[in-house]
């Protein structure tokens, strides 16, 4: 067909005008269906099924035997280091070695601009970039009660949901600057997972700094494209061929966002906590974990085992992807021994029994595991583990029980 094509191209030169377009117009569509048709065939088989196959429901087939040999032998009561701080401090390095190479610190420090500023109702809202790395600066929003400082501080988290196009703006009302599309969908996103209230709205209006951030890929720090939820994991895989791994980089800048916070004049260095809902939860004992700067940590709706989220056992399988992804981990430590690297220090874990993404014996195991690690240093009254009849969400009562929490303890 293709040596036709060219002959019937090459025999129409030097006619007139008009039949030369209208010849060259149909061996242009002659010569898309010669590309089409083998790739319309490839598509096709590659919609097949083989009889044969290794891979079911997104998980290897042999996910039982690789959650078999899943021994976690860097877990507290399970490592052969016996003190506490010091199998902490492995135990810390272990998960940081799993994050690969961290981004190079800035400069010249966190360079902040202010781009802008309003009065809310009790107290002021900042919109401002810092630069967390050498490679980039980050959008954030700032709260700051009125009157006289230094007052507590959380870094509120923001949740994953699928959902790209807004980030902080999760957690805190979009500011007067930003474009209106921005503001609607804060508001949609707002109703059905955090029934209507800006968590870090609420915690300013009752006396806390606070400090939310984009994280890679959300909000001001997504595609030029636009948002993508297929693109993801193509974009993690790609950041991985740069020896660099995007979920690491999450908490790398959760932990820098609060040394910033940690050095604002109108901050208490010494009362600083962090919460968040769904990823935001995630974010948040992990960065209880990790940065010593947290004193305390409520995490909403993200807890679990890895023998049951990665299983066959449940209808849907919450695998996380590339959100949580650290390579090699979790030949080391499970979620919940990484989140009790975190021990003594208070933290309040609330789970849904509604929650389709994480199954209630997982939060029971894990739970129970924290509590053991938490005993074990005479300080399980830090730790609070509350299973609520609510769905993956982090309703106002949820809200207002962080609140209590950080009363106590910030």
């Known amino acids: 067909m293709t040596s036709f094509l060219r002959v019937a191209r090459y025999e129409v030169r030097g006619t007139r005008n008009d039949s030369w377009f209208v010849v060259r117009g149909f061996v242009t569509i002659l010569l898309l269906f010669s590309y089409l048709i083998p790739h319309t065939s490839y598509l096709e088989a590659n919609a097949q099924k083989r009889a044969r196959y290794e891979f079911h429901r997104n998980l290897p087939v042999y996910a039982d035997s690789l959650i078999k040999d899943l021994t976690y032998p860097l877990a507290w009561g399970k490592s052969p280091i016996t003190d506490f701080d010091e199998w902490r401090e492995a135990a810390r390095q272990k998960v940081l070695d799993c994050m690969l190479m961290p981004p190079p610190p800035p400069a010249d420090g966190f360079d902040m601009k202010l781009i802008a500023d309003e ?106 494209e636009g948002p993508d939820r297929q693109k993801f994991d193509m974009i993690s895989g790609n950041m991985m061929m740069y020896g660099i791994d995007l979920s690491a980089y999450m908490t790398y800048d959760d932990i820098s966002g609060t040394e910033f916070l940690a050095q604002m004049p109108e901050v208490d260095p010494q009362r600083i906590g962090c919460t968040g809902c769904s990823m935001g939860a995630y974010r948040t004992w992990m960065l209880a974990a990790l940065s010593d700067r947290i004193k305390a940590g409520a995490a909403i709706c993200w807890m679990t085992t890895t023998d049951e989220q990665m299983s066959f056992k449940y209808k849907r399988t919450e695998n996380g992807g590339f959100a949580n992804c650290l390579p090699g981990l979790r030949r080391w430590l499970d979620y919940p021994h990484i989140a009790s690297i975190a021990c003594p220090k208070p933290m309040l874990f609330i789970n849904g029994s509604q929650d389709k993404l994480f199954p209630v014996p997982s939060i029971h195991k894990a739970f129970k595991t924290m509590h053991d690690v938490w005993s074990s240093q005479g300080a399980d009254d830090k730790l609070e583990t509350e299973l609520w009849d609510i769905p993956h969400s982090c309703p106002l009562k949820a809200q207002e029980r962080i609140l209590q929490f950080f009363r106590k303890y910030l």
């Not at 107290?123 to 810092?130: D, G, L, N, S, W």
């Not at 980050?138 to 007052?151: E, H, Q, R, S, T």
Request: aromatic share 14%; with cysteine; net charge positive.
């Open 119 to 224: 009065q809310r109702n009790g107290y002021k809202a900042r919109k401002i970039e810092i630069r967390l790395s050498r490679y980039y600066a980050v959008p954030a929003y700032v709260l700051i009660p009125d009157g006289k400082g230094p007052f507590p501080a959380v870094n509120v988290l923001h949740d994953h949901g699928g959902h790209f196009f807004i980030g902080k703006e999760k957690m805190i009302r979009p500011m007067a600057c930003e474009d209106s599309t921005v503001v609607k969908d804060a508001e949609a996103w707002l109703t059905p997972l955090y029934e209507g209230q800006y968590l870090g709205d609420f915690l300013a209006k009752n006396g806390y700094v606070v400090f939310s951030a984009d994280a890679p890929m959300w909000g001001e720090r997504g595609r030029s």
